[in-house]
């Protein structure tokens, strides 16, 4: 049996340069650059559209198609390593899969490599991946690249997170400060985990450093609560909210949901409270919304949601909430508005409401504009 180890890491972390210092080894042989969760999804596609002219568009989904997914894994491997051989030679016992994707898709790799080994790249998340945040440009622009870059990167180390404490013995964890401090030993190390003889020095392109988010860009950056609080657990120094999210409502907005997923309901309305001090703005008010459901008081969250809707579509996440609760009068008034909505997010939610309300789907459809989407 062929081996499979996967290199997982965040955007900017050094797969591909250290797949090639595996290949130094004769018993690894990298295959670059594959991205098995993609190859995997497009086979699921393949094999449902064929499903469909089998079976017709009525059909319910066969439930053959994930078991044979799942056991085509371990056979895609073995026959990426006999070609491999027949066009390179042998003499490798294990196949190394390096893609950025594979931590977004982490739960993917797990399913349908049950036997498969993996090394995470870790990097702080105030690091960005170049091209992420650039410098010339205005301060907002900075902050929404930042706000992008955090959710970026916590999309793809949260879902190994999430899973590394069941896998023992078959993730190797390397953080990219001790890498850059000292290659050669990071490298011997890992070699040795592998069970293979330590090289001596680290002989392809090194990892460079990159600078860490500043001013607007890390204000962005601290907005995403969740990605801060993932730095936290991986042991990185704590990133408070920045000054700059008090000043820009969307951002504080973005924070005050966070602070309320982690149940923080006074810093929630304390950040808040700051920004509508100013007046009413419709995040804020979202998010204010949000908070109160979350506390319990529906009656001051449908308050607070309404008062969002008056600022017209800027806030789409406070029409959406309402027409969640279809049985409310407030969303009687918004209907005809949300009909002819310019968002889909909220043309979607009055779908929603419409069947809730009574109504066929199909006819819903219609009046709400979103035939043939999901909704």
Known sequence: ?????????????????????????????????????????ELRSGTRVRAIVWRGLESAEPQWIEPALRAFGPTMIE??????????????????????????????????????????????????AQGRV??????????????AWAREWYRHVAPVRARASGLAERLLVVREDRLLARPAEELARIFRWLGRDEPTTWLGAKPTARAPLSGAALDGFSACREACALLEELGYPAQPIGDGVVRDAELAA????????????????????????????????????????????????????????EFGELAPEAWVELFARPERP?????????????????????????????????AAEIVARVEHTSW
Do not use: K
């Open 1 to 41: 049996m062929t081996g499979a180890l996967f290199l997982v890491g965040a955007p900017g972390a050094p797969l591909i340069a250290l797949a090639r210092e595996l290949e130094r080894d004769v018993s690894f042989r990298a295959l670059l650059p594959w991205n098995v969760p993609a190859a995997l999804a």
């Open 79 to 128: 026959y990426l390593a006999a070609r491999e051989r027949a066009q390179h030679g042998s003499g490798f016992e294990t196949l190394v899969f390096a893609h950025v994707d594979h931590g977004e898709r982490f739960g993917v790799l797990l399913e349908h490599f049950p036997d498969a080994r993996f090394i995470e790249l870790l990097r702080d998340g105030r690091i960005p």
């Open 134 to 147: 650039q410098r010339d440009t205005t301060g907002v622009a900075r902050e929404r690249a930042g706000l």
């Open 254 to 309: 973005v924070a005050a949901r966070g602070l309320v997923a982690e149940r923080h309901f006074d810093a929630a309305r304390h950040l808040l409270d700051r920004v509508l001090h100013a007046g009413p703005e419709p995040h804020a008010l979202a998010a204010l919304g949000t908070l109160e459901a979350a506390r319990g008081d529906v009656e001051a969250a449908c308050a607070a949601w309404r008062a969002s809707t």
């Open 330 to 362: 407030e969303t009687l008034a918004l209907a005809p508005r949300a009909r002819w909505s310019n968002e889909p997010a909220i043309r979607r939610a009055f779908a929603r409401w419409l069947t809730a309300r009574g109504l066929d789907r199909e």
